[in-house]
C-alpha cells in the first residue's frame, strides 16, 4: 500500500521540480508574481472607488471589466487612464464577457456578430489601455446545454474573422477553460490547446487559467498550470469555494510554485484573485450594487494571504 495519496505525489513532484529550478537559475526566481484583480465583481461600484481599495492594498495592476457591450457602453479611454494614473494602475489586461447576447458559438449569426463586434471593441480599448491581453471564451458562460454539436467548429470560425485584429493592436487572446457547470465547450487546458491550434492565427495563442474551474474539470491544478506553460499569461485565483484566499482548501503553494516555474512573474503574465463567491454563474454580480466593506474585507484578506503564501515559497531552499 502506498503511503502517500496521489495529490500529495503531486504536490512533491511540483516542489522538487521548483526547488530544483531554483537551484539551477536562481535568477529567474528573483522577481516576484504580478499580482492584477479583475473588478468586474465589484458590479456598478464607480470606478476610482474600486482603484482606490486596489492600490490601497498595494497592488499596482487592475484587469479591468470588458463592459464594452454596446457603442455607447463601458469605460472611456481618457477617463479611464486619468483614475488609473491618479492610484498609480496599470491595466493587465480585460476581461471578456461572453454570455448568450454575444456568443461565438451560437447557432444564431445574429448573437455571433454581437460576439465579433464586442470583441473589436474590447481589443481596441486594451490596446489604448496599454493592457496585455483580453480573456476570450470559446462560448456562452452561464449556459452549459449545448445547442447542437457544431459549436466548437462554429467558434472556431467566428474568431478566425477577428484574430487578425489581436496581432494587429499587439493584444493577446487568452482562451480560458471553464468548468462544464457554466460552459459548454473548452472545459480543460488541453481543450484549449486543441481551439488554439484549430483557429491557427499568431494573436490567439495564450491562455487564461482559472483556478476554480480547475479544480472540477482538470486532474491538478499545478499540472495543469505545468501543460499550460509559457502560454498561460494570467491565472484567476480564489479558494475552493471561489472566496477569499485562505478562506477554503486550496493548496495555494503548490499553485504559487507552478506559477513561478512557467514564468508568471515575467512581463506581461500575472495572477488575478477573481473571488466571485459560489453559485452557478457569477455574471449577475457585474450589474449588482456592491456591499462596499465587504469588498475591502476580500481583497484585503486575499491580497494578505496572497503575498504571504508567496513570501513563504519564495523562502522554500532545496
Same mark, same amino acid.
Given at each position: ?44 461600484? !464607480? +470606478?476610482? #472607488? /474600486?482603484?482606490?481599495? =486596489? ?5 499596482? @495592476?487592475? *484587469? $479591468? ?85 457544431? !459549436? +466548437?467548429? #462554429? /467558434?472556431?470560425?467566428? =474568431? ?5 485584429? @489581436?496581432? *494587429? $493592436? ?149
Amino acid at each position: 500500500m502506498a503511503d502517500e495519496q496521489n495529490v500529495d505525489i503531486w504536490r512533491r513532484e511540483v516542489e522538487e521540480q521548483y526547488l530544483e529550478a531554483k537551484r539551477k537559475d536562481p535568477g529567474r526566481f528573483e522577481r516576484r508574481l504580478n499580482i492584477s484583480w479583475s473588478n468586474w465583481g465589484f458590479g456598478l461600484e !464607480e +470606478l476610482e #472607488r /474600486s482603484t482606490e481599495r =486596489l492600490a490601497g492594498n498595494g497592488l499596482s @495592476f487592475i *484587469e $479591468l471589466h470588458g463592459n464594452h457591450y454596446g457603442p455607447s457602453l463601458g469605460y472611456e479611454v481618457e477617463e479611464t487612464r486619468r483614475v488609473l494614473s491618479q492610484y498609480g494602475l496599470r491595466t493587465s489586461g480585460v476581461c471578456g464577457m461572453f454570455s448568450d447576447d454575444n456568443d461565438l458559438s451560437s447557432n444564431r449569426p445574429v448573437k455571433q456578430q454581437a460576439a465579433l463586434d464586442y470583441i473589436r471593441r474590447e481589443v481596441e480599448f486594451t490596446h489604448a489601455m496599454g493592457g496585455h491581453y483580453l480573456l476570450v471564451v470559446p462560448g456562452s458562460c452561464g449556459r452549459s446545454e449545448a445547442y447542437d454539436a457544431y !459549436e +466548437l467548429q #462554429r /467558434s472556431v470560425i467566428a =474568431l478566425r474573422r477577428v484574430a487578425g485584429l @489581436f496581432e *494587429e $493592436l499587439g493584444v493577446k487572446a487568452a482562451i480560458e477553460p471553464i468548468r462544464s457547470a457554466e460552459v459548454s465547450i473548452v472545459h480543460t487546458v488541453a481543450d484549449a490547446l486543441t481551439y488554439i491550434d484549430a483557429v491557427d492565427s499568431p494573436g490567439v495563442q495564450w491562455i487564461n487559467g482559472d483556478v476554480y474551474h480547475m479544480q472540477v474539470e482538470e486532474q491538478n491544478i499545478a499540472r495543469a498550470i505545468l501543460q499550460a506553460g509559457e502560454r498561460l499569461v494570467n491565472l484567476h485565483l480564489a479558494d475552493s469555494n471561489r472566496r477569499a484566499l485562505g478562506d477554503g482548501s486550496m493548496d495555494l503553494d503548490t499553485i504559487l510554485m507552478a506559477a513561478y516555474l512557467v514564468g508568471c512573474n515575467t512581463e506581461g503574465r500575472f495572477l488575478t484573485p477573481e473571488p466571485l463567491g459560489p453559485g452557478a454563474g457569477p455574471y449577475p454580480a457585474r450589474n449588482g450594487v456592491p456591499d462596499v466593506p465587504a469588498l475591502d474585507r476580500l481583497v484585503k484578506d486575499t491580497v494578505s494571504y496572497l503575498r504571504e503564501r508567496e513570501e513563504a515559497v519564495r523562502s522554500r531552499r532545496a
